[in-house]
């Protein structure tokens, strides 16, 4: 969630921020050091020290993250205090210095000067410190801390003779140990900060990358995706952080093949796919079938091709999925190693396939076979009944063919479903049907489309009837139908049209709505929301109206110390 700074309290839920605010002000803010231009971090303290970390974007933080245990929200109070501190000179807030506190913490209580960052610094140091001293301090700080070691190991394994992946699964597992409950499970923040401590490796794995060093990449992918997904089984990954970080290595492998490795790592990668989808290590992910499709990639003799033809078969009737991704992989291997003939002979098989339907339709029509792409087109309606996105591709298709022939009683007809039926319209299917209804039957047309609608759909189609209205201007109609189902956000979406013909009637159904949003809801956000319309009204012209309407919320809700606080705002 990106947040901007000149207005970061609404972002960020009231209790959140006033416990934020009670740390800045506490003192319990350390000054934050800019680790590069725009990337911060700064250590929070509570029960425990915690480190935040922002990064800062033309006064917008893109990212923001905090170690802490927090997993109720986006955002926690020691991000919340970071914030305070960064801007308490455009707040006009000070920071107290604590009892007891250190000389660190104390210097928090000031805006911080502008400094080197500590990218800086370290590359300043470094030009100062000699090759012994340098290699004396690694050598003992690898002694004494374990994680720095296998860090410092693993960043530097191509210089090992005995390097593994095994020596990269060491590392991946260090984070998800220490992220693990005494019960085994992994919360959202453990999650977040598992995806932080593999990061590095991630970026080493594309360093090594971009200098074809592809045996060390392969690893350090293979050793993230085993482990990951393993920690991934008992994990609260409702942000996806895990996910992603298995996805960046996969596709990391992707671009090692595409880059023709050596014929050792070639066979490595190749190993890797065949096991790991026998061991079903990746089932029920789109990983368990892409590792299918990275075999592809790299395929060489015949026996290997078997191999992978081998295991696509072997996939059980019932994952309908896995043998419809599979088909299409297959699909790709005969026309590459076994020609076009056997190919489309594989094709026709397995029609069922929507993408070799799709494939088989296409080529109809660029034989002008109108009449099969048409019964392809209606088999694939029948044969994905019970898949409505599926369905409405075929229809697609059915109009496509119609508008190629020029027959237009059956555009109309697949153009009229379309507009029905269709929840994302690829085209707009009104227009293709005003331009080929007959304009005198043009009105009745429309007037069944609206009839129907509203009987079918009775809620879920009154905005699809609004918009008719709003494309015929038949703006008393349009009126009649927002009163009747009448919402603030409806009002909103309409509200140019009524404010030029309606402009009194739109006045008093805000000052209705407004007062019923506010008597039927509890919470600051939705007073805010109230507000945002009362300043509508406002900018509508009717300041006494809205004046209206505020004083009869003060008068009702004077108890709502939140709700004044708006108010007050207005």
């Known amino acids: 969630m990106?947040?901007?700074?000149?207005?970061?309290?609404?972002?960020?839920?009231?209790?959140?921020?006033?416990?934020?605010?009670?740390?800045?002000?506490?003192?319990f803010v350390h000054e934050p050091a800019e680790i590069r231009p725009g990337d911060y971090e700064a250590v929070v303290e509570g029960s425990e020290e915690y480190t935040v970390k922002l990064s800062i974007r033309n006064r917008v933080i893109t990212e923001h993250s905090c170690n802490c245990p927090y997993d109720m929200g986006p955002v926690c109070k020691h991000v919340a205090a970071v914030i305070f501190y960064l801007e308490q000179e455009e707040l006009g807030l000070t920071q107290s210095t604590k009892k007891g506190s250190t000389k660190k913490a104390k210097a928090a209580s000031s805006k911080p000067t502008k400094r080197k960052t500590i990218a800086q610094q370290v590359d300043n140091l470094l030009d100062k410190v000699t090759h012994d001293e340098l290699t004396l301090f690694v050598r003992e700080l690898a002694t004494k801390d374990s994680l720095f070691r296998d860090l410092l190991l693993a960043?530097?394994?191509?210089?090992?003779?005995?390097?593994?992946k095994a020596l990269y699964a060491k590392q991946v597992r260090a984070p998800i140990k220490v992220a693990r409950s005494k019960y085994g499970y992994i919360d959202s923040s453990g999650a977040k900060y598992i995806s932080q401590?593999?990061?590095?490796?991630?970026?080493?794995?594309?360093?090594?990358?971009?200098?074809?060093?592809?045996?060390?990449?392969?690893?350090?992918?293979?050793?993230?995706?085993?482990?990951?997904?393993?920690?991934l089984m008992c994990a609260d990954d409702r942000e996806g952080v895990l996910g992603n970080a298995i996805y960046a290595a996969y596709n990391t492998l992707f671009a090692i093949a595409s880059e023709e490795p050596s014929e050792a790592v070639r066979k490595q990668i190749l190993k890797y796919c065949f096991t790991s989808f026998d061991k079903r290590t990746f089932a029920g992910w789109d990983w368990h079938i892409g590792l299918l499709q990275l075999a592809t990639c790299i395929l060489d003799t015949e026996d290997e091709v078997e191999e992978l033809l081998k295991r696509i078969?072997?996939?059980?009737?019932?994952?309908?999925?896995?043998?419809?991704?599979?088909?299409?992989?297959?699909?790709?291997?005969?026309?590459e190693k076994k020609g076009t003939e056997i190919a489309q002979k594989y094709i026709e098989q397995n029609i069922d396939n929507p993408t070799f339907r799709v494939r088989a339709i296409q080529e109809a029509l660029d034989q002008k076979d109108y009449e099969k792409a048409t019964a392809l087109a209606n088999d694939g309606i029948k044969q994905d009944s019970g898949y409505p996105g599926l369905v409405t591709g075929?229809?697609?298709?059915?109009?496509?063919?119609?508008?190629?022939?020029?027959?237009?009683?059956?555009?109309?007809?697949?153009?009229?479903?379309?507009?029905?039926?269709?929840?994302?319209?690829?085209?707009?299917?009104?227009?293709?049907?005003?331009?080929?209804?007959?304009?005198?039957?043009?009105?009745?047309?429309?007037e069944a489309i609206v009839q129907e609608t509203l009987e079918r759909?009775?809620?879920?189609?009154?905005?699809?009837?609004?918009?008719?209205?709003?494309?015929?201007?038949?703006?008393?109609?349009?009126?009649?139908?927002?009163?009747?189902?009448?919402?603030?956000?409806?009002?909103?979406?309409?509200?140019?049209?009524?404010?030029?013909?309606?402009?009194?009637?739109?006045?008093?159904?805000?000052?209705?709505?407004?007062?019923?949003?506010?008597?039927?809801?509890?919470?600051?956000?939705?007073?805010?929301?109230?507000?945002?319309?009362?300043?509508?009204?406002?900018?509508?012209?009717?300041?006494?109206?809205?004046?209206?309407?505020?004083?009869?919320?003060?008068?009702?809700?004077?108890?709502?110390?939140?709700?004044?606080?708006?108010?007050?705002?207005?």
Not at 2 to 27: T, V
Not at 400 to 414: G, N, P, S, V, W
């Open 155 to 164: 960043s530097f394994a191509q210089y090992n003779p005995s390097e593994s």
């Open 2 to 27: 990106e947040i901007p700074l000149s207005h970061f309290e609404e972002y960020i839920n009231e209790p959140i921020l006033k416990r934020g605010l009670s740390y800045f002000k506490k003192g």
């Open 394 to 446: 075929w229809y697609e298709w059915l109009l496509k063919i119609a508008e190629i022939q020029h027959d237009t009683e059956r555009i109309i007809l697949y153009a009229r479903h379309l507009l029905l039926e269709s929840h994302n319209p690829k085209r707009d299917y009104y227009q293709i049907l005003k331009e080929t209804v007959p304009p005198e039957e043009w009105t009745d047309f429309v």
């Open 457 to 570: 759909k009775p809620y879920y189609g009154v905005d699809f009837v609004a918009s008719i209205f709003v494309r015929e201007e038949w703006w008393s109609r349009l009126f009649e139908l927002v009163k009747k189902e009448c919402s603030l956000d409806r009002l909103a979406k309409y509200e140019k049209p009524l404010a030029k013909h309606f402009p009194s009637e739109l006045i008093d159904l805000y000052v209705e709505r407004i007062i019923e949003y506010v008597d039927d809801r509890v919470g600051r956000k939705y007073y805010r929301t109230a507000c945002r319309y009362i300043r509508k009204m406002i900018k509508l012209g009717a300041k006494d109206k809205a004046d209206e309407v505020i004083s009869q919320l003060r008068q009702t809700h004077y108890r709502k110390k939140a709700l004044m606080e708006e108010l007050d705002n207005v």
């Open 197 to 231: 401590e593999i990061s590095p490796m991630l970026s080493l794995a594309k360093h090594y990358l971009s200098q074809g060093n592809h045996k060390s990449a392969f690893f350090i992918c293979t050793a993230i995706m085993d482990e990951l997904i393993s920690a």
């Open 313 to 335: 078969n072997s996939i059980p009737e019932s994952d309908e999925y896995e043998i419809k991704e599979a088909q299409k992989i297959k699909y790709c291997i005969l026309l």
